[in-house]
């Protein structure tokens, strides 16, 4: 089963409102995934040149302010960084392979949710309700968001299953379905340098993306070969820095529907996760076609 | 009339007042106010009443329906009046996958367009669609009419036994076994008489008419090397 969301902002003054708005849509999809919940925010970008990693340790009371530190002095770069949970989100003045690699190095056991400009992932096991308290969903700001609750089938209910799951800067993609090449295709995109941390599906389809992307595919360009490519069941939804992208495959068995107004576009798996946003008695519902991709992109970078 | 707000009512709440009136009707209109996409809004009804749902529902909205006449002032989500026996449904927006799914009877008249496998499985049902179909619609239609005043997507009428199919705009492709077919007399007078119980102001001559080709019937032996 699973449940999907994604809520796309037109009109930036609600961007501020970001996380309210998302909150209840995240929690109507309770009864397709109760195991596990997670959602990947775009907003407070860091400048060109720095980098906003999240960072995940598995003890809350995890000393993050010796790891900044230790940033600070040995990447000789300005280090930002807050604790939300068991996650923090550091922003740091290098690049994102020196940073990255740092933490590789110097923090084995912390695991990286994301890495870019724009992203943060905030993901764990439980009821979407409690995930949306536990990270406080209803302050967060942004222009962009896209969510998940998982019901697992191709693999554990662990953290690190659960979605969104991202492979690429700023990329990241939620998944409601199930893969049946994940396997082999996993091997071929290791082999291309593409790192996965699980053995889920979906890591899988997030990771295509961001070797299309990579081999300078546009997202229009990496969604259509994925048609090609990905065999198996599908309703994705997938976030960029910039963009907004949904895509069933040719089946279209998973079900998806969409809204949109002057103000925003959203994404549902059931419109049941449509009916608090604000002006939906008017807006424009549809269902996705099959094998056809509907994308958003903000053009300011 | 009676009216069921779904905000303040839950949907087994409605659903046990609407079936109570199997045993004794008592009131025979029926509102449903803020249904919100719920899933399984009047289903399993039995009997002769109306009721309408003043929004979008969610899943299997009126499936089961025998004898009541359910309107939809919305969208409908999948599988709206699936297995319907009799009665009719009414969607005054567009139904989501497999509407009319494997129903035996009554009429089911969708206003805006239905997504894929529109009747699927039907057994005797009659659709009426004004809008388009999706793909695989009416996949393995045993018995009843579907009427597409749009378009049909691919793969209509795919291993298709006796269901009538009657599409006024283009079918994208044909299922296996599925055929255009001669429109008779007999089937403008079907056609003339499904628009007309559906309400829908449409030229009956205007439509193509698509059945069986019956070569799926019976295993060939010499289709073995297939399999």
Redesign the interface.
């Known amino acids: 089963m699973c449940g999907i969301v994604g809520l796309y902002l037109k009109n930036r003054a609600l961007e501020s409102q970001l996380g309210a708005l998302f909150e209840p849509m995240l929690i109507a999809m309770t009864d397709r995934g109760p195991d596990s919940a997670g959602f990947a925010i775009y907003g407070d970008e860091v400048a060109d040149g720095s980098i906003k990693l999240t960072l995940r340790h598995a003890d809350e009371n995890y000393d993050w302010a010796a790891l900044a530190e230790k940033a600070q002095s040995e990447l000789n770069a300005g280090v930002e960084w807050f604790k939300n949970s068991k996650v923090a989100v550091f922003k740091l003045q290098t690049s994102a392979a020196i940073a990255e690699a740092f933490v590789k190095a110097t923090a084995p056991e912390v695991l990286i949710l994301s890495a870019g400009q724009s992203i943060e992932i905030l993901k764990e096991v439980g009821l979407p309700e409690n995930i949306a308290d536990t990270f406080n969903l209803k302050e967060m700001k942004g222009s962009h968001i896209i969510g998940h609750t998982r019901m697992a089938t191709e693999s554990a209910v662990t953290m690190e299953g659960s979605h969104p799951f991202s492979t690429g800067m700023d990329l990241c993609l939620v998944h409601n379905g199930s893969l049946s090449n994940h396997n082999r295709l996993r091997e071929e995109l290791k082999r291309e340098g593409i790192v996965f941390e699980t053995e889920n599906d979906s890591e899988v389809a997030a990771g295509y993306l961001t070797w299309r992307l990579q081999q300078g595919d546009s997202l229009n360009e990496a969604l259509t070969n994925s048609l090609k490519d990905l065999d198996g069941f599908f309703t994705f939804t997938i976030g960029t820095r910039d963009g907004f992208a949904v895509l069933r495959d040719p089946i279209a068995c998973k079900p998806a529907v969409m809204a949109e107004t002057d103000d925003y576009v959203a994404m549902a798996s059931e419109y049941q996760a449509l009916t608090t946003l604000p002006g939906i008695e008017n807006a424009r519902i549809w269902e996705p076609e099959p094998a056809t991709i509907y994308v958003w992109e903000r053009s300011s970078h | 009339m009676k009216t069921i707000n779904l905000t303040e009512q839950s949907v087994r709440d409605l659903n046990q007042a609407l079936h109570d009136q199997a045993i004794e009707c008592t009131e025979r209109e029926w509102e449903v106010l803020e249904p919100?996409?719920?899933h399984n809004i009047a289903c399993g009804l039995d009997q002769n009443i109306s009721v309408d749902i003043k929004g979008?529902t969610?899943?299997y909205c009126a499936g089961m329906n025998k004898k009541a006449h359910v309107t939809i002032h919305g969208?409908a989500?999948?599988g709206v009046a699936e297995n319907m026996m009799s009665g009719t449904v009414r969607v005054k927006?567009?139904a989501?996958?497999a509407a009319g799914a494997t129903a035996h009877g009554g009429l089911l008249v969708i206003e805006g367009n239905a997504?894929?496998r529109c009747g699927i499985s039907m057994k005797g049902v009659d659709i009426v669609v004004k809008g388009n179909v999706?793909?695989m619609s009416c996949f393995m239609g045993q018995a009843g009419a579907l009427v597409v005043c749009g378009d049909a997507g691919d793969a209509l009428g795919d291993s298709l036994y006796e269901t009538h199919i009657y599409v006024k705009g283009e079918v994208k492709s044909l299922g296996a076994d599925c055929i255009q077919k001669e429109m008779r007399e007999e089937h403008i007078e079907e056609l003339t008489e499904l628009l007309n119980r559906a309400g829908v102001d449409e030229d009956p001559t205007a439509f193509k008419r698509y059945g069986s080709a019956r070569q799926l019937y019976n295993f060939k032996v010499d289709n073995t090397s297939a399999y």
Do not use: I, M
């Open positions: 919100k996409g719920q979008p969610g899943y969208n989500g999948q927006g567009d989501s996958q997504a894929a999706g793909h």
